[in-house]
């Protein structure tokens, strides 16, 4: 792992608009985003109806943060500045983790996160960056539309990136491809920890049901929200290159 590198996209990558960046996804891409979307607001709302009656606890706060941070650095520390931007060096072990931790996030494999990112920083704002709040045209709409496009909306129709062109060093190594692979794996393997140790606390099926809903669902739902901002509210003022 030590020997990555970023890559240098080919000389007129940064120059070139690909030409079905704001086609549609296939109907089964879509059909996944639109759960993996819509699923943690089913979750929000079925925890706060249980909050209600019972109160928001201790137990809810625990499982909360207790998956929210490790799994937000897995996508912070892990799939941005270490797998995307080759920022420092670790060992294997640490990598795996980190691998792992992003992949818990539910916002897609490793190597196809970092294959957009990368595309992302190389157009940035620019015609054929994949999430850019820009090029929708003027006026409130257009803002509007912009916001979305780049908080959720590109999600729906970007469902192919180049890896060989904007991750190979990611694709060469193993330990990245098999992480990658088995990522609908550590998203199970997200919600069904914390509903087990819900469980294993109260030795009970509501709080392994309190588990599954505010450290897996709720707790997928906020990092989500909070790195889609990043493309879109980040985005959306200034002018620096």
């Given at each position: 792992?030590n020997?990555?590198?970023p890559p240098?996209?080919?000389?007129?990558?940064?120059?070139?608009?690909?030409?079905d960046?704001?086609?549609h996804?296939?109907?089964?891409h879509?059909?996944?985003?639109?759960?993996?979307?819509l699923?943690p607001?089913?979750?929000l709302?079925?925890a706060?109806g249980l909050?209600?009656?019972r109160?928001?606890g201790?137990?809810?706060l625990?499982?909360?943060?207790?998956m929210?941070v490790p799994?937000?650095?897995?996508?912070?520390?892990?799939?941005?500045?270490f797998?995307t931007?080759?920022?420092?060096?670790t060992?294997?072990?640490?990598?795996a983790a980190?691998?792992?931790?992003?992949?818990?996030?539910?916002?897609?494999?490793?190597l196809?996160?970092a294959?957009f990112?990368?595309?992302?920083?190389?157009?940035?704002?620019r015609?054929g960056?994949?999430?850019?709040?820009?090029?929708?045209?003027?006026?409130?709409?257009?803002?509007?539309?912009?916001?979305?496009?780049a908080?959720?909306?590109?999600?729906?129709r970007a469902?192919e990136?180049?890896i060989?062109?904007?991750?190979?060093?990611?694709?060469k190594?193993?330990?990245?491809?098999v992480?990658?692979?088995?990522?609908?794996v550590?998203?199970l393997?997200?919600?069904?920890?914390p509903?087990?140790?819900?469980?294993l606390?109260?030795?009970s099926?509501?709080g392994?049901?309190?588990?599954f809903?505010?450290?897996?669902?709720?707790?997928?739902?906020?990092?989500?929200?909070?790195t889609?901002?990043?493309?879109?509210?980040?985005?959306l003022w200034?002018?620096?290159p």
């Open positions: 792992m020997a990555l590198s240098c996209p080919g000389g007129d990558g940064a120059d070139r608009v690909e030409r960046s704001r086609r996804a296939p109907r089964l879509r059909a996944i985003i639109l759960l993996l979307v699923g607001l089913g979750g709302a079925a706060m909050a209600w009656g109160g928001f201790a137990l809810e625990c499982l909360l943060l207790g929210y799994t937000g650095l897995g996508v912070t520390v892990g799939y941005h500045r797998f931007h080759r920022s420092f060096e060992g294997g072990a640490v990598a980190l691998g792992v931790l992003g992949s818990m996030s539910a916002e897609g494999p490793i196809r996160w294959a990112h990368r595309k992302h920083h190389q157009l940035s704002d015609p960056d994949p999430h850019s709040p820009h090029e929708h045209g003027e006026g409130v709409w257009a803002i509007l539309e912009g916001v979305y496009h908080h959720v909306g590109w999600m729906l469902s990136v180049d060989d062109r904007y991750a190979p060093d990611l694709r190594s193993r330990l990245v491809r992480v990658s692979a088995l990522f609908p550590w998203v393997l997200s919600m069904l920890l509903a087990l140790i819900g469980g606390v109260t030795l099926w509501s392994a049901l309190l588990g809903l505010w450290g897996g669902l709720v707790r997928i739902l906020l990092v989500h929200h909070v889609w901002s990043v493309n879109s509210v980040c985005h200034g002018t620096r």
